[in-house]
């Protein structure tokens, strides 16, 4: 799993990347009401909105990690919000990505470097 400063993560399984929000951030948002996933089709650059977020505190946009096309989307999301609370680093995850960039991957930070960075926060 790979991380980036905006507290998304990436799983890599082949050419195709699970994409979520890390526990700090689901717990940052505080109790999601409301999950917006993307269509699956859509192309996406790295930094690009990817999908929507919305608590009880605030909407949030979950940025695009790498680029890619979405090949599937969590559609029980809709159904079922508080899974991103839950279990954010494993049912809550938004989208899976075919990878266009596998650098891109590799460039973001493992579980240690992500541990130390929210260390700063």
């Known amino acids: 799993m790979r991380f980036t400063k ?3 993560w990436v799983e890599l399984n082949g050419d195709v990347a699970t ?15 409301f999950v917006e996933v993307p269509e699956v089709g859509k ?9 929507v977020v919305e608590s009880v505190k605030a909407a949030s946009d979950v940025y695009a990690p790498i ?3 979405v090949v599937e989307s969590n559609g029980e999301l ?6 991103v609370n839950a279990a ?8 899976k990505i075919k990878v266009a960039d596998a650098a891109q991957v590799d460039a973001l930070m493992d ?3 992500y541990e130390a960075y929210l260390g700063t926060l």
């Open 88 to 95: 954010p680093e494993a049912g809550g995850w938004f989208a």
């Open 67 to 69: 680029s890619g096309e």
């Open 43 to 51: 192309t996406v650059k790295q930094g690009d909105g990817l999908a």
């Open 78 to 83: 809709g159904d079922a919000p508080e899974t």
């Open 111 to 113: 579980r240690d470097a």
């Open 19 to 33: 994409v979520g929000i890390t526990a700090y951030a689901a717990e940052q948002l505080g109790d999601v009401v």
């Open 6 to 8: 905006d507290h998304e």
